[in-house]
């Protein structure tokens, strides 16, 4: 990698040009080592592996757009600032305990030389907290939006659909989840919502609605807001969260089903992150593309059509063929989003009904609880193949049932006529070897259902080996967790998405430093043993 290094970033558009500034320090890439041995890489963790790949430079002008002037002292280098809460949310440092490592004789003195500082001109902890306050969280997603470009340009994130077998035309595949993120501060009220900071004269209490004690805000602790809410996280709020993919109502109304009991639920106050990740089947990884942050109540399908929009925006050359997701995304509006403005299949786990359960239901309308269409005497169709241009699924049923006699859904008031009409199907003739065949589109062709339409069989060997991949999805979420961001380090939703952000940047960054580290090690192992 030596004639290639540095690792370039592209600067995302729209981005004002920097304007030049005296600063008391100064953010340069110096290239690694040339003595650096595979003892010596060993010795290094990821962190410093990324330091001496990238050139984060291009983020100078991104990081620097929260200088108002040129007036007041000269300020650090938004770089070095920056890369320093890259490096603390790496570390799980807290602010001091960033300060106390750069004054550290042991490690100081690399971190310093690589970050740009000086051993007598070091920032202080509340110039790293005032810079984090001072920087915006679009700021730090268009930094992570600067190595997810660099790194496609430079062939790393696919561009293209990596799964085996599928054409080289394909766009990528994204697994999507959400993930919740518990608030800086400690709930004090679960009803708090904007109403508890409007003026005290127009402030109603949700929590008295609800029939609960609340407050009167009729002190002076509730001059300002509400003495219940938390004021440094104004905008965090309380959700339950069942474990189910059902409606609350639905889940009273069918205590017996197979949802989740109430028992695994979990009570949570704070936000919710999502991201777009996208998969890499050829180095078995994914790359996370940051999306919405937004309060924990929102639920999580709202969030996926406005997220793609903005990935659009973002990433305009990035063709999308596949989105993997789990219940919480099979909702209509959002199927018919992938199938008609992605154009891309629709990998995303059944949201089932009660009516699934009705043998009777799903033979009147054409298709089973997984959405396997049926034939009119209740035999399940075999999936014939997907047609990738047009769109479309065809189902045909093989005559099958000619060696079973039993249909594969009977219902219990199976009459005489019924069994001697099946017997007349005018497609048991050999003049029909594939038998009775139906299409499956956007819909289900009988009655227009969304829910259960799909692009594949669920449950085939080819829908397990594509939905398997949904893992990487939770993948992100364990990195996150790891990096001690599933509770945020920092108050209020700006600072807390910038922390999510920070932890995508850090994910895409890593898994190069893990690629070059190995292959570095693998080569080093097959020059010693000669193999």
Excluded at 280 to 287: G, I, K, N, S, V
Excluded at 404 to 414: A, I, K, T, V
Aim: glycine content about 6%; aromatic content about 10%; some cysteine.
């Amino acid at each position: 990698l030596y004639p290639m290094l540095p690792l370039r970033l592209v600067l995302p558009s729209g981005v004002p040009p920097w304007q030049p500034r005296r600063c008391r320090s100064y953010y340069r890439w110096l290239p690694p080592e040339e003595t650096l041995t595979a003892e010596d890489l060993q010795g290094l963790d990821d962190f410093d592996l990324v330091l001496r790949l990238f050139d984060l430079s291009p983020w100078r002008p991104i990081l620097a757009q929260r200088f108002c002037s040129h007036l007041g002292p000269p300020p650090f280098d938004p770089v070095g600032i920056g890369l320093s809460a890259l490096l603390s949310r790496w570390k799980g440092w807290s602010w001091p305990t960033l300060l106390t490592e750069l004054h550290s004789s042991e490690r100081g003195a690399g971190y310093r030389r690589r970050l740009g500082f000086l051993a007598a001109d070091l920032p202080c902890a509340s110039t790293f907290r005032m810079a984090l306050h001072d920087t915006k969280a679009s700021w730090v997603q268009l930094c992570a939006d600067s190595l997810a470009l660099s790194l496609m340009a430079y062939g790393l994130i696919p561009t293209h659909s990596t799964f085996p077998g599928d054409p080289p035309e394909r766009g990528v595949s994204i697994a999507t989840d959400c993930q919740l993120v518990a608030a800086r501060s400690r709930m004090r009220c679960r009803y708090q919502n904007p109403q508890c900071f409007l003026p005290r004269d127009t402030r109603t209490c949700a929590a008295r609605e609800a029939g609960k004690e609340g407050c009167a805000c009729d002190s002076d602790a509730c001059l300002a807001h509400c003495r219940l809410a938390t004021a440094r996280d104004s905008e965090a709020a309380y959700v339950y969260y069942s474990g189910s993919n059902l409606p609350a109502h639905a889940q009273a109304q069918n205590p017996a089903s197979d949802s989740p009991s109430q028992s695994r639920g979990k009570h949570h106050f704070g936000y919710k992150s999502k991201a777009f990740n996208v998969v890499d089947d050829r180095l078995f990884t994914f790359w996370p593309l940051s999306a919405p942050f937004t309060p924990a109540p929102r639920n999580d399908h709202l969030l996926t059509i406005p997220g793609f929009r903005n990935l659009a925006c973002r990433f305009p050359s990035l063709r999308i063929s596949e989105v993997l997701g789990d219940a919480g995304e099979g909702f209509d509006e959002i199927l018919l989003f992938v199938y008609h403005s992605l154009h891309a299949l629709r990998t995303i786990r059944i949201r089932h009904h009660d009516c699934d359960k009705n043998p009777l239901t799903c033979l009147k309308r054409g298709y089973d609880a997984q959405g396997t269409p049926l034939c009119p005497h209740g035999y399940l169709l075999a999936f014939n193949g997907h047609d990738y241009r047009r769109q479309l699924s065809k189902w045909v049923c093989r005559q099958r049932c000619v060696p079973h006699p039993e249909p594969d859904l009977l219902p219990d008031n199976w009459t005489d006529e019924q069994r001697a009409a099946l017997l007349l199907c005018p497609y048991r003739v050999p003049a029909h070897p594939l038998g009775y065949s139906t299409t499956v589109t956007a819909t289900h062709p009988r009655d227009n259902d969304v829910r259960l339409a799909r692009d594949f069989k669920v449950n085939s060997p080819t829908w397990k080996l594509r939905i398997g991949r949904l893992s990487y999805a939770e993948s992100r979420n364990a990195n996150q967790t790891r990096r001690d961001l599933k509770r945020s380090p920092w108050f209020g939703q700006p600072n807390s998405a910038k922390a999510q952000y920070l932890g995508d940047i850090l994910s895409c960054a890593l898994n190069v430093a893990r690629f070059v580290r190995e292959a570095t090690l693998a080569a080093e192992h097959s020059a010693a043993t000669g193999v």
